[in-house]
């Protein structure tokens, strides 16, 4: 009975996870879509509710009905599965975040391995995706993908490397409560800007959004898929862009700590605080959609692997030599 | 306990699953995707007897790293049929016998370190360094790594880069009339490099790259 009554409960609390990522994930495409038209001096969504704030639920509604082609050469076990892989891993991944002290699913020792090794599985859904379709537009689209995002994924690393340092421990809540003093963006500035590069390239978003460059590729590695299926590729990665966005709040923002302890702002629940630098970080993506040309295929591999690694290996080397010669190693 | 069971019972099955259809599948990437499960259901062995920081390392260095890029290459080489052409083929490969002194080597290999562990119990006491049992385990594999084990550490870190080195250089081929793009050059162009004025007399013309 006791175990019955635990299971229940974890139930009822993946769900009060998760039902608010997907509502905010419908939420966020909106957001998306207004800021891009803000820049651009559109409307956007307006139409659809109050701001056209229900527009991406109206978007679901009408791929819901849409009708699911699968082409006849294509490999049908991984096509299918493809869109279930990406939108499983952008969601599982939301189980380590920590929201406040208390409010996190699963606290574990080893949680930005946990997040980093998720994001790393991102690329299996695109590449399955671009591969099973069978055609050439999207196996192209995948290759591309899967070497873009191997490649600044060796950056990300190396950048929770430095945070790491400054930590002295891989639990999500423990690099929060390590900031209580300093956020680590001021430190680690330069870092934290090589993450959120690190990050659109990571998520295939604009100025790096080759896998899916429509001027070359048509759609990418999603060209074949329709309906419902091309609605979870979708979602997904706009949840994985969420993810990013927790990730580097959570390394370089504080996390859930409000910025000043003082009266108006500690008030003010702890997970608001987590879901407005969230936001902050999720509307820089969307403004760089809007106002920065796509990279091409070689300036993006050179930005990767000759800018972003040496630099970041280096201040690798400056953070540990910094820690060392002042003493501030953590743990000791 | 029961569960803890269970549980383990379900990711060895499809770990042994998965490696077997690794080589049974036709389909070479069919066994790309079950090798992947495999390393999945791996790590998530290592993670339920508590060594969490292996597990985690297995998934982002092989699953997220290895085998992408060995998808990769199965992807594009053609491999299934030069499978098929190998076996289909009148004359003797040469793989088959490599292939299988390797993995007799292995097995003769697994025998000695299973069979030393039902044997010898005490194995864990004779280690010189003490496990203490209050760390995580990336803090206590971080304390020893870079003390007492420095020497063997900077040994594979050097094994890595050979190898590494010798994957450029098998790989590099200098081709000539690409054209690069130097971000120097084209910052530090100025009008005067760029642009020439030129007294064009009437009915001669400018002879252009002259």
Redesign the interface.
């Known amino acids: 009975m006791a175990?019955l009554f635990i299971f229940f409960d974890q139930i009822y609390r993946i769900l009060f996870l998760l039902i608010p990522v997907l509502v905010s994930v419908a939420m966020i495409v909106w957001l998306d879509r207004r800021v891009w038209a803000f820049v651009q001096k559109r409307r956007g969504p307006n139409v659809v509710g109050p701001f056209g704030l229900f527009q991406t639920l109206a978007d679901a509604l009408k791929y819901i009905f849409k009708e699911i082609i699968i082409p006849a050469s294509s490999?049908k076990v991984?096509f299918i599965l493809a869109p279930i892989v990406t939108m499983t891993l952008a969601l599982i991944a939301w189980a380590v975040i920590p929201f406040s002290e208390t409010f996190v699913l699963a606290d574990?020792?080893?949680g930005i391995?946990?997040l980093?090794?998720v994001s790393?599985?991102g690329?299996?859904g695109i590449?399955?995706g671009g591969?099973a379709s069978n055609s050439k537009y999207p196996?192209l689209g995948a290759?591309r993908s899967?070497?873009q995002?191997?490649s600044y994924?060796v950056s990300i690393?190396v950048i929770i490397i430095n945070v790491l340092l400054c930590v002295g421990s891989?639990n999500l809540s423990d690099i929060v409560l390590s900031q209580k003093d300093l956020w680590f963006v001021i430190p680690l500035f330069p870092m934290f800007i090589i993450f959120f590069i690190s990050a659109l390239a990571e998520t295939n978003r604009p100025p790096f959004d080759l896998p899916e460059a429509e001027a070359e590729l048509v759609a990418g590695y999603q060209t074949e898929y329709s309906g419902m299926m091309y609605a979870m590729f979708w979602l997904g990665e706009y949840a994985n862009i969420l993810l990013m966005c927790a990730m580097g709040s959570i390394l370089f923002l504080g996390g859930w700590l409000s910025p000043i302890d003082l009266f108006p702002f500690n008030v003010i629940p702890a997970p608001i605080w987590l879901i407005l630098k969230i936001l902050f970080l999720f509307i820089l993506f969307a403004l760089i959609k809007a106002i920065v040309p796509r990279y091409r295929y070689?300036?993006l591999m050179k930005l990767g692997w000759k800018i972003f690694l040496p630099f970041s290996l280096i201040y690798v080397v400056l953070t540990a030599s910094f820690l060392m010669y002042f003493d501030l190693l953590p743990?000791n | 306990m029961i569960a803890h069971a269970i549980v383990f019972y379900i990711f060895s099955l499809i770990a042994i699953v998965s490696a077997i259809m690794v080589t049974v599948s036709k389909n070479t990437v069919n066994s790309v995707f079950f090798l992947i499960l495999d390393f999945i259901s791996i790590s998530c062995l290592f993670i339920m007897i508590g060594a969490e920081f292996l597990g985690m390392i297995m998934l982002i260095v092989y699953v997220g790293a290895v085998a992408v890029l060995f998808l990769f290459v199965v992807m594009m080489l053609n491999v299934a049929q030069q499978k098929n052409e190998w076996f289909n083929s009148s004359g003797r490969s040469s793989h088959i016998p490599v292939g299988l002194l390797v993995s007799i080597i292995i097995f003769f290999e697994l025998i000695i370190v299973i069979g030393g562990w039902k044997y010898k119990p005490d194995l864990l006491d004779s280690i010189a360094i003490e496990i203490n049992t209050d760390l995580t385990n990336t803090q206590s594999l971080g304390s020893v790594i870079y003390t007492d084990y420095i020497h063997l550490f900077q040994l594979s870190g050097m094994v890595l880069l050979v190898a590494m080195i010798g994957a450029i250089v098998l790989t590099f081929r200098q081709r000539s009339g690409v054209k690069r793009q130097s971000y120097f050059k084209q910052i530090s162009r100025d009008r005067k490099d760029g642009i020439e004025l030129v007294d064009v007399e009437n009915n001669k013309g400018v002879k252009i790259d002259a």
């Open positions: 175990e490999n991984i574990i020792n080893v391995l946990y980093f090794a790393s599985l690329v299996y590449i399955m591969w196996f290759i899967a070497a995002m191997v994924e690393g891989l070689d300036q743990g």
